[in-house]
């Protein structure tokens, strides 16, 4: 049986069932395209806040980032 990892230890403990349809949607197609974009939106950010050399500009490019990869991951209506 291969080991299971820290987010399915975490929903047997808490007795949360698979068939959750926000489970389900972390297991698309289009949320891991979703995720990989995220991830270069983030390098981007960081790449952004290297080159400002104000505090004030990269909290708000960290607080924006933070939110459009919140809003962006969010499962679609339905």
Same mark, same amino acid.
Do not use: C, H, M, Q
């Given at each position: 049986m291969p080991p299971l990892n820290i987010l399915t230890k975490?929903?047997?403990f808490y007795g949360l069932s698979e068939q959750n349809?926000?489970?389900q949607w972390t297991k698309?197609?289009?949320?891991r395209r979703r995720l990989e974009q995220?991830?270069?939106?983030?390098?981007?950010s960081g790449l952004l806040m290297l080159a400002?050399?104000?505090v004030a500009g990269i909290m708000a490019i960290l607080?924006?980032?933070g939110f459009m990869s @919140?809003?962006? @991951?969010?499962?679609?209506g339905e």
């Open positions: 975490i929903r047997k349809p926000d489970i698309t197609n289009l949320y995220v991830k270069t939106g983030w390098i981007i400002v050399e104000n607080f924006f980032s @919140l809003a962006f @991951l969010e499962r679609d």
